[in-house]
C-alpha cells in the first residue's frame, strides 16, 4: 500500500495512508448509521460538525493532559491522526441513565446516577458489540489488565473534562463512547473520534436532545442539532 491508499472505510469515517508510516489521514462522513447498521441515511454538514467537534474536544483533551491520537485538522473534513492499532472495546461513560442502560435496569430515562457506570462493549459487528465484563476482556485477550485500568482511569478523567465543559455552555453530558489504541512504541491513547454521533447531550434548560438520538428516534433537525453543539462550543472556525 502506498501513501493515499484508502487504508479502512467505516460507517462514519475513511482512514487514509500518509507518507508517514506513523500517520493516517481520516476523512469525516456524512453517512449516519444506527441500530448496527440497520438504519442508514445522508445527513448533508454531519461529516464536517463531527470533524470540528471531535477536533475541539481532542485539543482539549490534550490541553488537559490526555493522551489522545489527534495531531491536527487539515480541512473541514479531515484530520491527522497517530497510526494506533484499535482496542476492540468500546468504553461508554454515564451520568444520566438513557438508552440501552434505562432498557438493560428499568432506570427511566434521564435518571441522574449516583455516580459514573463504565461498560466495556466487544467491537464486534456480527455478535451486534455485545456488553461484557472484565473478565471476558481477559479470557478473549483484548487488553492487558494494565490497559484497562488505564482506560478506565482514562474514561473518567475525560467524562470529568467533558462534564465540565459542556456544563459551562449549558448542555448536560449524558452519556459517551470512548475507543482507544495502542501506538507503534505500545503507548495507550484514546482514538476514534467525539462527537454528537458518539455522546449524548441534552439542553440543560429544555432537556432537548442535541445528538444522534434525533437521528435514531426520528426526531428530525439532526445536523441543526449538531451545529448547536458547535456554536455553544465557540463555533471557532480553525479547521
Ligand atoms: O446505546 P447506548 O445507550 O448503550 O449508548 C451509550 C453511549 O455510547 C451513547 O452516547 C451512544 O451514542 C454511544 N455509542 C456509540 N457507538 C456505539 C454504541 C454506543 O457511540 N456503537
Redesign the pocket.
Known amino acids: 500500500m502506498r501513501a493515499g491508499d484508502m487504508l479502512y472505510e467505516g460507517k462514519a469515517k475513511q482512514l487514509f495512508l500518509t507518507e508517514d508510516p506513523g500517520v493516517v489521514r481520516v476523512k469525516y462522513k456524512d453517512t449516519a448509521t444506527a441500530f ?1 447498521g440497520e438504519k442508514r441515511a445522508v445527513l448533508e454538514g454531519k461529516g464536517e460538525m463531527n470533524n470540528r467537534i471531535s477536533t475541539f474536544f481532542f485539543r482539549y483533551l490534550n490541553e488537559h493532559g490526555i493522551p489522545n491520537h489527534f495531531i491536527d485538522a487539515i480541512s473541514p473534513l479531515e484530520q491527522l491522526v497517530r497510526k494506533v492499532d484499535i482496542i476492540p472495546l ?1 468504553v ?1 461513560v ?1 451520568n444520566i441513565a ?6 438493560r435496569t428499568g432506570l427511566p430515562e434521564g435518571t441522574e446516577l449516583r455516580h459514573p457506570v463504565v ?1 466495556l ?1 466487544y ?1 464486534d459487528d456480527a455478535l451486534g ?1 455485545p456488553l461484557i465484563n472484565e473478565d471476558h476482556v481477559s479470557v478473549l485477550q483484548l487488553a492487558t489488565e494494565e490497559q484497562l485500568k488505564e482506560m478506565r482511569e482514562m474514561a473518567l478523567k475525560v467524562n470529568d473534562l467533558l462534564k465540565q465543559l459542556m456544563e459551562q455552555e449549558k448542555i448536560l453530558l ?4 470512548l475507543e482507544f489504541g495502542v501506538d507503534a512504541e505500545g503507548k495507550l491513547l484514546l482514538a476514534d473520534e467525539i462527537s454528537p ?4 447531550f441534552w439542553d440543560a434548560k429544555t432537556g432537548e436532545k442535541l ?3 434525533r437521528f435514531r428516534r426520528d426526531l428530525g433537525q439532526v445536523v441543526e442539532a449538531y451545529r448547536e453543539i458547535w456554536t455553544r462550543l465557540g463555533g471557532k472556525k480553525d479547521v
Open positions: 448496527n468500546e461508554v454515564r438513557a438508552g440501552t442502560l434505562s432498557k461498560e462493549y467491537k458489540d449524558v452519556d459517551f463512547k454521533d458518539t455522546c449524548r445528538d444522534k438520538d
